[in-house]
Antibody, heavy 119, light 108 residues
Framework: QVQLVQSGAEVKKPGSSVKLSCKAS????????INWVRQAPGHGLQWMGR????????HYAQKFQGRITITADRSTGTAFVELNRLTSEDTAMYYC????????????WGQGTLLTVSS | EIVMTQFPDNLSVSPGERASLSCRAS??????LAWYRQKPGQPPRLLIY???TRTTGVPARFSGSGSGTQFTLTITSLQSEDFGVYFC??????????FGGGTKVEIK
């Protein structure tokens, strides 16, 4: 059974950067995509990007191009998302999610990390 | 980007009644459509994938149908634990996935 455990809540100032982590255990993780999805308070889900750790190549939603970087450390089974030039609109719960091998729907989700951007 | 539109925004249903939730894609996503339910303070939980396949542990009262641009999630005989916000998710396009805005189901 795959488990995704995310890093703790963050408070950041506008204009700064944040790096969140998602540690995976169980399954053949290096071949599964780790996706990042965020949810602003009272709003829906927004796909941000993904990485397949064994390939090391990340793909991003157009909305975040230029200020997002997703990386993975295969040795620890951990994925990271870094978001730059933060604004108050980046205040949200950030989830990592992964499918079973060979799938693209999200079978497993992390518990979420709350990011608050405030001056 | 494929835009996913869900309706209604809110649905109030009595226990034992049937609930039908709709999801429409701005262009065809074939059967690459999943449904999730999210309860307050929790991450989403996968219910249906491939438009109509229930994932392990999901009760048979949940069924998904549709293909192309029109999809429906039906909950027959709604139970009190079925409250939450339901999201559809298209994963047909590469690399960008998109979600619908959600339908909030409350128990009357």
């Amino acid at each position: 059974q795959v488990q995704l455990v995310q890093s703790g809540a963050e408070v950041k100032k506008p204009g700064s950067s944040v790096k969140l982590s998602c540690k995976a255990s169980g399954g053949t993780l290096s071949s599964n995509a780790i996706n990042w999805v965020r949810q602003a308070p009272g709003h829906g889900l927004q796909w941000m990007g993904r990485i397949i750790p064994s390939y090391g190549v990340a793909h991003y939603a157009q909305k975040f191009q230029g200020r997002i970087t997703i990386t993975a450390d295969r040795s620890t089974g951990t994925a990271f998302v870094e978001l730059n030039r933060l604004t108050s609109e980046d205040t949200a719960m950030y989830y990592c999610a992964t499918p079973n091998l060979g799938s693209r729907h999200f079978d497993y989700w992390g518990q979420g990390t709350l990011l608050t951007v405030s001056s | 980007e494929i835009v996913m539109t869900q309706f209604p925004d809110n649905l109030s249903v009595s226990p034992g009644e049937r609930a039908s939730l709709s999801c429409r894609a701005s262009q065809s996503v074939s059967s690459h459509l999943a449904w999730y339910r999210q309860k307050p303070g929790q991450p989403p939980r996968l219910l249906i994938y491939g438009a109509s396949t229930r994932t392990t542990g999901v009760p048979a009262r949940f069924s998904g149908s549709g293909s192309g641009t029109q999809f429906t999630l039906t909950i027959t005989s709604l139970q009190s634990e079925d409250f939450g916000v339901y999201f559809c998710h298209q994963y047909d396009t590469w690399p960008e996935d998109t979600f619908g805005g959600g339908t909030k189901v409350e128990i009357k």
